[in-house]
């Protein structure tokens, strides 16, 4: 019974496990640098590129959708919906919204069960 458990964790969507992927990715990428919008699309490059290879590195069966998001703040409003058709015992995904004094980070990953 325990195996059967523990065969389930290997190729589960784990959101905290995602989450930790997504938060490092953008610490690693953007740390404590202020909002530059001449910075913004490598940025952006960055944290999925990052995300995807740390995925990768989890060798479950998964294909993966990352979204990544940078706003500066500045009082504008910004809304994001996300839609998706599948089987909620395999498939599963992760928001993460981060911030500092400039500028909100939203990145989104999708896995869904090969």
């Known amino acids: 019974m325990d195996s059967d458990f ?3 964790e290997d190729t589960a ?3 905290d496990e995602i989450s930790n992927i997504i938060k490092e990715s953008i610490e690693a990428t953007i740390g404590g640098n ?6 913004v699309n490598q940025w952006t490059s960055n944290v999925v590129e990052q ?7 989890l060798n479950k069966p998964f ?3 990352v979204n990544c998001v940078i706003m500066q703040k500045n009082g504008a409003g910004l809304h994001m919906a996300n839609s998706c058709f599948w089987d909620n015992s395999t498939d599963g995904s992760c928001t993460v919204r981060w911030e500092n004094k ?3 980070c939203i990145v989104s990953i999708f896995g869904l069960a090969i």
Not at 34 to 39: E, I, R, S, T, V
Not at 51 to 57: E, G, V
């Open 6 to 8: 523990a065969a389930g």
């Open 13 to 15: 969507f784990v959101n």
């Open 34 to 39: 202020a909002y530059q919008h001449n910075k």
């Open 51 to 57: 995300c995807l290879n740390q995925l990768t590195k």
């Open 63 to 65: 294909k993966y959708i």
């Open 102 to 104: 400039t500028m909100y």
